[in-house]
């Protein structure tokens, strides 16, 4: 689970209809201390959705330490986090793995990865992209809700 922090004694907001970044930073269960840029999709054309850059560094011959569950592929009115979206979620975030390491949250719906789009991906298609051996690391972004 990820909880925010203030930072130097002020909760960092981002003026109304301002399409710059601004930061967030959160500590995980295991204590480790994060730091986020916070983007809104309509300064990238995607229509104002508040979003989480996450970089994740794989761990040679360890696994990622998440599942995901979604895809255009499956049956979206199943979906236990938003039903009728037909999304890449996180279902799965095992403790001190790298995805628990980098932010990432049960729940999180994954939008890109490495800059491409997941939006209307398959199921299969996100695990190839999530698991490509070239990539040791990850650059997600993410929608959480709540942000």
Known sequence: MVTSVQIEGKIQQKPEGSCDDFVTCAVTSSGNFLHHTITNMASMGGGGIPC??????????????????????QDKSKNPFVPGDAGIFVSV?????PAELSGLAIGDKILEVNGLDLTMSTHSHAI????????????????????
């Open 52 to 73: 989480i850059d996450i970089t994740l560094k794989k761990i040679p011959g360890a696994g990622l330490g998440l599942s995901i569950a979604g895809g255009i592929d």
């Open 93 to 97: 975030v095992k403790p001190g793995s």
């Open 128 to 147: 190839k992209l999530l698991t490509k051996e070239k990539y040791t690391t990850l650059k997600i972004k993410i929608h959480r809700r709540g942000i």
